[in-house]
């Protein structure tokens, strides 16, 4: 029986899953400092993490019974992936499982933006019961989102689930991406009704000169892809929302233009540094937070154990 280690947690669905398809499961969170002896000690076969735990050369090197590491999600920082392939063992990961969480995230922090929510939670539980009409007077100037355009930078897997939300809720969309020019998007209903729209790259300072909305969908980067230099060519007042990783915008120039309001409204759920984000996004009152829950949906989270199930499954038993 193949030894699997849970080592940050999987859906009560995949786990159920492992077991089925006669896995021996440890459920159990072991410290990152206790991990080589642990695996050699159990034999272990494979590792599933999400992205607490790093998977470094040294426990790669370390631990020879090692033939599977998967990660629960998309994003590999975590994991030594080109050391672990050169030695021959499995890297997998659910790239698709969280994209809509993802998307749906996205629009949680553009409507809350467009009608103040997300300042009027801070307020209302402080001056609402004595400032009501005040209250009411600041966060009169709402706007809907339906006929605005909203710019979609990186049009993989996530910039198309928001694509999908956008076009459902009649706004219009642009998407750059440097490697796709062109991409078909389906967009399915709920009496099986499906509707296909053909979308056309634009050229990526179009997409920020036109845009009401900004959404940033593109991976890790080694610099920054919007500084003060492409802010400057966006429209006064936009919403930026940045749901893919920490560092995609700089995050300086960001509270700059925040400040003297060329930017309206930011969405943030990913930072230069976390755990620990610059206190000075956290106390704007521009920006819309919430720390790095993407894809912490029940659903998504569903998805990510039942498809690393099936993978492992696949790997092991064929
Ligand atoms: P994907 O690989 O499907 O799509 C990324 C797209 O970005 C690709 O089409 C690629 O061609 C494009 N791209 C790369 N560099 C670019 C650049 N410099 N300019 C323009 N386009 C560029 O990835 P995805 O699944 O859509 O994920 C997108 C991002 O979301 C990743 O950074 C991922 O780590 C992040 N993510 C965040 C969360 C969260 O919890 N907030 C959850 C899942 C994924």
Redesign the pocket.
């Given at each position: 029986m193949k030894k699997i280690l849970i080592n940050d947690g999987i859906s009560k669905s995949g786990k159920q899953k492992l077991i089925e398809y006669n896995f021996n499961v440890i459920d159990q969170h072991i410290d990152q400092d206790n991990l080589i002896e642990f695996i050699n000690d159990n034999n272990v076969d494979g590792i599933l993490v999400r992205s607490a735990t790093k998977i470094t050369k040294e426990i790669i090197n370390e631990c020879p019974s090692l033939k599977l590491i998967g990660r629960g999600?998309?994003?590999m920082d975590n994991i030594d992936v080109q050391h672990a392939q050169a030695k021959k063992i499995n890297v997998i990961n659910t790239?698709g499982a969280?994209?809509s969480s993802?998307g749906e995230?996205v629009f949680s922090h553009l409507f809350s933006m467009a009608r103040h929510t997300y300042h009027s939670n801070r307020t209302m539980p402080l001056e609402g019961d004595f400032n009501f009409k005040k209250l009411k007077k600041n966060y009169a100037s709402g706007s809907e989102l339906r006929n605005k355009t909203i710019g979609i930078?990186?049009?993989?897997?996530?910039?198309q689930a928001v694509a999908k939300i956008a076009i459902g809720i009649g706004m219009n969309v642009l998407f750059?991406?440097?490697?796709?020019k062109e991409q078909t998007i389906s967009i399915n209903f709920y009496n099986e009704k499906e509707v296909k729209f053909h979308l056309k790259r634009t050229d990526f300072e179009i997409l920020l000169e036109k845009s009401d909305m900004i959404s940033l969908?593109?991976?890790?980067?080694e610099k920054p892809?919007i500084n003060k230099k492409e802010i400057k060519l966006m429209k006064k007042g936009v919403f930026i929302v940045n749901?893919?990783?920490g560092g995609i915008i700089n995050e300086k120039d960001l509270i700059q233009s925040l400040n003297n309001r060329h930017i309206q409204c930011a969405g943030l759920?990913?930072f230069e540094k976390e755990p620990n984000p610059n206190i000075e996004l956290l106390m704007n009152e521009h920006i819309s937070l919430s720390p790095?829950?993407?894809?912490?949906t029940l659903e998504a989270q569903q998805r990510i154990g039942l498809e690393l199930a099936e993978q492992v499954n696949q790997i092991f038993n064929g």
């Open positions: 999600g998309v994003g790239p969280s994209s993802v995230l930078i990186g049009f993989g897997k996530i910039g750059y991406d440097k490697n796709i969908h593109i991976p890790k980067q892809l749901t893919s990783r759920d990913v790095h829950i993407g894809a912490s």
